[in-house]
């Protein structure tokens, strides 16, 4: 529906010459993945249905690479890297996973870099979380050098990866971002983490889907939008209530990390315009019941993800030429 | 009451030698001053009483780096700088200042470091805002060469500078780590900045204030720790809410910046060990109740700022010097 809303250099397609990597945004549903040229535009892109578990993953992974190599018959080995984001525990300098509940990857640390690596013959494999790899190739598709920004993903759930003057910010515990476990109402849902009124219980699709659950196999959140602009009060309570709660998620990213811009992606970013609208007139609402919220000008820092690229398999591929360690 | 929590070299006094610095944080109610040695040491320090209004700030910082001077004979001229850290709106380019309403200095911007400049014939005076100079200072008295840390200010409001791996955080609207103004609870008080259920209005000195006012003038904390110790059953209430309010704030910390270490200071941290325990019991209660939080081990993190070390002041020094743009 809504076209990129990010201005930045145009991403063209081309030939491959030498130095291309490959980025693969291994979600719980689909692949996606791009083969990036060195000079950053996207030659191809390429999606495929996940296969679970470790080595279903391995295989989707190992196949889609050759898919994207396969038109100019180039081999894995003449690859500068390959990079692979996925949705999970990450430790980025073994190259291992654990708790991709999605992927069906448990408890154990599973070295995917080096399975991936050891199949494809190619040295240069790095895995990293979906969120960094997202906010990576968000920040990619920007023209200034030094980039500051949050990629706020919408999804299943809520958390955000986070570029601050061009820097990936991991965290400690690798949890920075983790907005979505950030209790805002004591009186709120209880949440699966074990704590009560989430923001990600009010900021997710599955707040939306646990309000108003599908009918028809339509996401909960594009019925909740139709259902509202079909004049259903009650659909109108629950959309309102969720522009606002996003807003309240790109305000806390405003008062924590204070970035320049917060980039809305994630499964629900589906909702294209709309849904920036609905969030943008809910922070005006905000910053006019306080004068300090309205000096922060952060109606004017959100944008919606380009629907028409694949940001996350974008900054998988800036991570598999080692450009961010 | 508490000594220094914060491992790290020690702070020692000496002679002053070539490329000192001084350090001065201006407060409401006082002016603490450092001198800072070119490697780091403090070689003494002083505290006035602040005057208020901007020709009764500027008069106190010349007489304060005049009078930390003295001692040696040392001519202003030879610094190789001067650093001040205000409660205020700081422009840390221009060295101007403004909305610092407990300086007495008001909308219109000030240019205190030019004026201060002038006055004592010193070329590099520069000014920041308190909150960083206190994050910087506490950063310096650390070991570590990228130190990770958020100073989370406990006074009249709350609001914390963040250093992240050994750089300040300053934002895009120079709003980072302003988190007392993140709505927690939609039922809470109304907050002076027009939103509702602001952290602030949970964790601050004026959250306690307001809930069980001084009697006697002894600052509104320390009574409320006293009268919980001596048994009365409201007291125990509001400081078990306020010591989880504080836990809040630094899980807040922990799921946004994800730093590695949370230093309480500000006016409350007074309190001392009673508040660190008291922090670190509800942090535990909340990773009792959830798997995610205990995940995250947040309870090692937290320390108090050192009571015997004017961090603020320090990081003044450290900004005068130019080691931090």
Redesign the interface.
């Given at each position: 529906m809504a076209g990129p809303i990010i201005a930045g250099p145009a991403v063209r397609t081309g030939g491959v010459g030498g130095g291309c990597s490959v980025g693969l945004d291994v979600g719980g549903t689909k692949i996606l993945g791009v083969l990036l040229a060195p000079d950053g535009r996207v030659v191809r892109t390429l999606r495929r249905p996940t296969v679970h578990g470790p080595d279903g993953v391995v295989a989707g992974v190992v196949e889609m690479v050759r898919a994207l190599l396969e038109p100019d018959g180039t081999a894995p080995g003449a690859l500068t890297g390959v990079g692979i984001g996925v949705p999970g525990l990450v430790d980025p300098v073994s190259g291992s996973v654990q708790h991709a509940v999605n992927l069906g990857i448990g408890d154990e640390p599973f070295p995917l870099a080096g399975r991936v690596a050891q199949a494809l013959g190619v040295a240069g494999v790095r895995v990293d979380n979906d969120l960094n790899v997202a906010a990576l190739g968000a920040a990619h598709l920007l023209p200034e050098a030094d980039v500051?920004l949050a990629y706020l993903a919408l999804g299943t759930g809520l958390a955000a990866g986070v570029v601050?003057n061009g820097t990936l910010?991991?965290?400690?515990?690798?949890?920075?971002?983790?907005?979505g476990?950030?209790?805002?109402?004591?009186?709120g849902p209880w949440c699966a983490?074990?704590?009560r009124g989430c923001l990600e219980t009010f900021a997710s699709g599955s707040a939306i889907a646990s309000r108003r659950p599908s009918r028809d196999g339509t996401p909960a959140p594009a019925q909740l939008l139709a259902d509202a602009d079909a004049g259903d009060a009650g659909a109108v309570a629950v959309r309102d209530e969720f522009f606002d709660a996003v807003a309240?998620a790109v305000?806390?990213?405003?008062?924590?990390?204070?970035?320049?811009r917060v980039v809305i992606g994630g499964g629900v970013a589906a909702l294209g315009e709309p849904l920036l609208a609905g969030v943008r007139a809910a922070l005006a609402e905000?910053a006019g019941?306080?004068?300090?919220?309205a000096?922060?000008?952060i109606t004017d820092?959100v944008a919606l993800s380009p629907a028409d690229v694949p940001v996350a398999a974008v900054g998988a591929a800036l991570v598999g030429r080692r450009e961010v360690l």
């Open positions: 500051d601050l910010r991991r965290g400690a515990a690798g949890a920075a971002g983790e907005i476990h950030v209790p805002v109402d004591p009186a983490c074990g704590q309240s305000q806390l990213l405003a008062l924590t990390y204070d970035v320049e905000r019941r306080s004068a300090f919220v000096s922060l000008g820092r």
